[in-house]
């Protein structure tokens, strides 16, 4: 087994650890607990700052997409949102915003 | 059938953001010289989009993987929060616990929107229908992405890499109907500073509990009930 493999295993068992105690801490709990409401909120919250943090200044391949790109495509898809619902097609719009701004710029 | 309406559900916005983002990590992971094994036990079973994304990048350098192991776990710690927020929702059933690998953000976001709205016996089932064909649309991406990453180009990984962040987007405009979800978006927002100022690993984690908290007591203090008075229900 090499080094890859062990860190996956390590990773997987952790996972199964962080899902599982999740679960396990719930069980006995009803959704309107204050508990379960603060789980909601950490992970909304969470998701939040992923996304800014994705547009505003992110790592990697992603920082390759000029910031306009990106803040005008996330802009586009909100747009759509509003003003036709669904998921799809507002996605499909922001992410056709952000191409055509990224190869333009 | 609950669970094939919600395998349905699955295959429109959602797993086109599963797809993308699991063929660039499939791509990714070869890159690296990991070979497809890897990858598809990593998405699969792993199934936590930036601890995975730490892990393959730490490998890439040597003797980088294992001081990599917690970076990666506390990047995905996330779970915890989101397993404590579902697992009520998924009734009293011993089967319940067959939900476990597919706790993650996509199938995680979606069913805080819908269980609500289910009756409860139908609860488990919609979310074990979107949830496994959430996890197949990551495999098989992963697959494709492993396969075909030498001819993508550095601008088609950024396009595949943005899609998720963008649908993430969208997930939270709608939540943000409800004034708890709101507060909580809100929350997350104002702690972005935090994922830009403190070490990657668990930088989203951190702004995640300090903004989703805040958001949590500004929720109590708007509803005059206290925090501290409160037991954990043993009913």
């Known amino acids: 087994m090499t080094g890859a493999d062990l860190a996956l295993l390590l990773l997987i068992l952790a996972g199964l650890a962080l899902r599982g105690g999740g679960m396990l801490l719930a069980v006995r709990l009803r959704p309107d607990h204050p508990m379960v409401r603060w789980a909601a909120s950490v992970a909304l919250a969470t998701l939040a700052a992923f996304v800014a943090a994705s547009v505003l200044a992110p790592a990697g391949a992603l920082a390759g997409i000029p910031f306009a790109a990106r803040l005008a495509g996330l802009v586009s898809a909100l747009a759509v949102l509003a003003w036709r619902g669904g998921l799809l097609a507002p996605l499909l719009a922001g992410l056709g915003v952000t191409l055509g701004l990224a190869a333009a710029l | ?235």
Not at chain 2, 64 to 80: D, H, I, M, S, W
Not at chain 2, 84 to 98: E, Q
Not at chain 2, 105 to 132: D, I, K, N, Q, S
């Open chain 2, 1 to 235: 059938m609950i669970f094939r309406t919600a395998c349905r559900e699955a295959l429109g916005a959602p797993a086109l953001a599963m797809a993308a983002t699991f063929l660039a990590f499939g791509a990714a992971v070869q890159a690296v010289g990991l070979g497809l094994g890897w990858a598809l036990a990593s998405a699969l079973l792993v199934y936590g989009m930036p601890g995975q994304m730490v892990l393959v990048t730490a490998v890439a350098t040597p003797g980088g993987a294992l001081p990599a192991v917690l970076g990666a776990a506390t990047a995905n710690a996330r779970f915890l929060p989101m397993a404590v927020a579902l697992t009520p929702w998924l009734g009293k059933s011993k089967l319940r616990w067959l939900a476990l690998p597919f706790i993650a953000v996509t199938p995680w976001a979606m069913a805080m929107r819908r269980l609500p709205g289910l009756p409860p016996e139908h609860r488990l089932g919609w979310f074990l229908g979107f949830g496994l064909t959430s996890w197949l649309v990551a495999g098989g991406a992963t697959i494709i992405g492993h396969v075909i990453a030498p001819f993508l180009q550095a601008w088609m990984l950024a396009a595949l890499l943005f899609v998720n962040p963008l649908y993430f987007a969208l997930i939270l405009a709608g939540e943000t109907r409800a004034a708890p979800s709101r507060r909580a978006v809100i929350g997350g927002l104002c702690a972005t500073p935090l994922v830009l100022l403190l070490p990657p690993a668990w930088a989203l984690l951190a702004a995640g509990v300090v903004g989703g908290t805040l958001a949590f007591l500004w929720g109590q203090f708007l509803s005059g009930q206290s925090v501290s008075g409160q037991a954990i229900d043993r009913r």
